[in-house]
């Protein structure tokens, strides 16, 4: 199979179907001037739909189009999963980060860098068990109520690069946010305060607090053990200046 790629990262309207996979036989690829050459479009090839759309998320956070005509042609499309929603996006785009690590892995044999990779595939494997912790102990968004499970964020307090192994697991460091909420606290444009209130960067004026849906009298539980992850949040994370 042969995935087509604008070169453009965010190419305009008309190759938002990209990236598209074809059979690697199909015409399209071969006859039409401008998908065959490789001046505007580069390929990527492998006997693998699933590799091919590991990749694809890899790279563009996104799925594979299937080409009409290689569909028509019996292309199997059932292989491809379809990701629809974020929740199953994130835990695929977790998937294939381990999946890239494994294939590095594979071929490294400096027994230094072997273990550095590890040590990256058991942190990776860890923030899945993370989401599901997370998903057992809350059911909602604390701030806006949202219970529905497939866009609740599992969020860390103390953002995952900044934390050590044991926090990076720690129920205590979590949150299931919605994903406007979620986006909100990740950049630091919200924080809380230590009875829970919410505190909201200058950066985003009445207007729009209004439209993302939060409110200065908004209040969250803090539970003593989370604390610690709060007050690095309010402290690192947040953005106090407009
Ligand atoms: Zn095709």
Redesign the pocket.
Known sequence: FVLNIHRRKNPSNIHKSHP?I??AN????NDRPGESTTEKYFKVCSNSIEELEQWSWIEYQKGLNP????KDKG?PVEQLTGIQNFQAASALSLKSDIYKLEKRLASETNPEKRTEIETLIKARQGQGRFRKKLLELYLNCPLTGLDVQSLLIASHIKPWSKCNNEERLDPFNGLMLAPNIDALFDSGLITFETDGTIKISPKIDPGNQKRLGIFPDMQLKIEPESEKYFEYHRNHVFQKEE
């Not at 080409?67 to 290689?70: N, R, S």
């Open positions: 598209r074809h059979f199909c015409h399209h690829l080409c009409k005509t290689c292309l």
